[in-house]
Structures are given as structure tokens and as C-alpha cells.
């Protein structure tokens, strides 16, 4: 028993350690190279090359990748079919061959796919025998498809990884620093360490900001069921930019501001402090209030929005 136990934490300790993505991709590759020995397939070497490729970070792109490498693989193989009628491995052949292929790429919209289609065509026009021309295209594209098939299902099966739980988990990080920077200014004054929290967030606000059109390509695809209690992230993402704004501008106030009657209050309240509010308001400090109220308003919507404790 002890030692099945002590296997198990040196699992978890490898598991941590090891990517998904990496144990997935590494799944794909598997399955795709068995099964192109299973059904004699004429190079399991593309299976698996493809496999790696359409292995991505999300399933948008995954799904893209691999229709960008199958569109490529069957116009390759097809003008490399034509071309390896002409002449094999004429080095003319092979330039003009590339002229067509980028060509119709980029006329088609294609132009992703503008690799692995010359690829795919030098390939068989170097390598193919004569009077194998039509089976040796066509197990190249049947090779390629195996591999991108397996590797998307895998990332579709196997712990997809959705945009929606990048961007839900990463704002939670967000507000708990939001919160930490508004202590900071009401109970400590520290605006140089506010600053360096403000630098922190801003990163993960960049990184919200590049998922959120790929969470709105998974939606289009419907990728997602709607179910009640989900959190509205465009909503939320508005409001954790409008909050870094406010503190941002009470950070550049400075700390040499009266809080007022009424937010003295609530800030007491809210933390279990004691601030003196202030009778008398200067012009400054009333600019220095309504960011004050209005970015502890916006925090708690959010924290209610994430059913997170106040």
C-alpha cells in the first residue's frame, strides 16, 4: 500500500510538471502513428506530423489548423499528382508548381495553408514512382487526415481547453488584486506599491483582451451551452477596465486627499476600519471621492457577478 501511495504522488509530481497541451499532443501523435501502421497507411511520419500541428492552445485554432492543413494537403497532392505526370522531380516542374499553388492560396483565401501544400507537393513529385502517381497522392492526403482528425478530437475529449475558463479564471485573479490595490490606497497610502499592482493587472487585462475574440469565435461555433448562473465575461470585462481606470486616477491623485463623510462610512463598514471623514472638501478631493465610491462600487458588482465574499 505504501508503495502504490508513494507511485502516486510521483504521478502527480510529473503531472504538474508536464504541460496538457505537451500530454495531449503527445497523445495524438500515438494514436496517429498506430493507426497508420493499423491500416498500412503509405507514411505515418505525415499522420504524425499532422497530428503535432493541429495540436493548439484552444479549439478554435486547433479546428483551424486543421482545415488550413487539409485544404493544403489535397491542393498539394493534386498539383503534385499533375506535375509527377508531366516530369518527376523536374526542377521547372517543381518551380512553376509553387507559383500555382501560392497563387490559388491566395486567391482562395488560403494562404495559411501555403506550407504545408508546397510541402505536400515536393514531396510527391520528388519522391513518387512512376505509376504510383494517383496512390501515393492519395495516401498523403488520406495521412495527413488521420492525423489531424486524432488531434482534434483529443483536444476536443481531453480536458479541452476553453477560452471561457482562461478568461473566468484569470478575472477572479484580477479582482482579488483589485482588491489588494484599494486596500492599499484607503488603509496604507503606499502608491508605489499600488502602482506595481496596477503593472501586475494590466498584463493580465492584455491577456483578457486577446481571448476574448477567440471565447467570441467558441461562442459563433457554439461551443458553449448557455446555462443559468453564467457569468456575463463581456460584461465583466467592461468593468474590470473601468475599475483600473479609477484607480488608476487615484493613484496619480496622490495620497494628500480628504475622504468624506459619507465614504468614510462605507469604507468603514466594509473594512472594519476607522477613517475620519472630512466636512470640508476641496475641489481635488471631491474629484478624489467620486473615484474613491465609484471603484469600490464597481468591485463589489464584480465580486457579486463571481458570487465571491465580500
Not at 137 to 162: C, K, M, W
Not at 273 to 293: A, E, T
Request: glycine letters at 6%.
Amino acid at each position: 500500500m505504501g508503495i502504490i501511495y508513494i507511485d502516486k504522488i510521483i504521478m502527480r509530481m510529473i503531472f504538474l510538471k508536464i504541460g496538457m497541451r505537451t500530454i495531449k499532443t503527445s497523445i495524438a501523435l500515438t494514436i496517429s502513428i498506430s493507426l497508420a501502421y493499423l491500416f498500412e497507411l503509405n507514411s505515418p511520419f505525415f499522420a504524425g506530423i499532422a497530428a503535432i500541428i493541429a495540436m493548439q492552445g484552444n479549439l478554435v485554432d486547433s479546428y483551424r489548423m486543421g482545415r488550413d492543413r487539409i485544404l493544403g494537403t489535397i491542393l498539394g497532392a493534386g498539383i503534385g499528382l499533375l506535375g509527377s505526370f508531366i516530369s518527376i522531380g523536374n526542377p521547372l516542374i517543381i518551380g512553376i508548381g509553387t507559383i500555382i499553388i501560392i497563387y490559388l492560396c491566395n486567391r482562395l483565401g488560403w494562404s495559411k495553408s501555403i506550407t504545408i501544400a508546397t510541402v505536400v507537393f515536393i514531396s510527391i513529385i520528388m519522391s513518387v514512382e512512376r505509376g504510383q502517381e494517383l496512390s501515393y497522392s492519395l495516401n498523403r492526403v488520406l495521412d495527413t487526415f488521420v492525423g489531424i482528425i486524432v488531434a482534434v478530437v483529443v483536444n476536443f475529449v481531453i480536458s479541452p481547453p476553453l477560452t471561457k475558463d482562461k478568461i473566468h479564471t484569470e478575472s477572479l485573479r484580477i479582482i482579488n488584486k483589485f482588491s489588494q490595490v484599494l486596500k492599499v490606497i484607503i488603509m496604507e497610502g503606499e502608491l508605489e506599491n499600488g502602482k506595481e499592482h496596477l503593472a501586475d493587472i494590466e498584463e493580465k487585462l492584455e491577456t483578457i483582451d486577446k481571448e476574448y475574440p477567440i471565447l467570441m469565435k467558441e461562442m459563433n461555433i457554439k461551443l458553449y451551452k448557455k446555462e443559468l448562473g453564467d457569468v456575463n465575461l463581456e460584461q465583466s470585462r467592461i468593468l474590470l477596465r473601468r475599475l483600473h481606470i479609477n484607480l488608476s486616477s487615484l493613484i496619480e491623485m496622490g495620497a494628500e486627499h480628504k475622504v468624506n463623510l459619507a465614504n468614510a462610512n462605507i469604507i468603514n463598514n466594509k473594512y472594519s476600519i476607522n477613517i475620519i471623514g472630512s466636512h470640508v472638501q476641496s475641489d481635488l478631493d471631491i474629484v478624489y471621492n467620486y473615484h474613491l465610491i465609484t471603484s469600490i462600487e464597481i468591485l463589489q458588482e464584480l465580486r457579486q457577478m463571481f458570487r465571491l465574499s465580500n
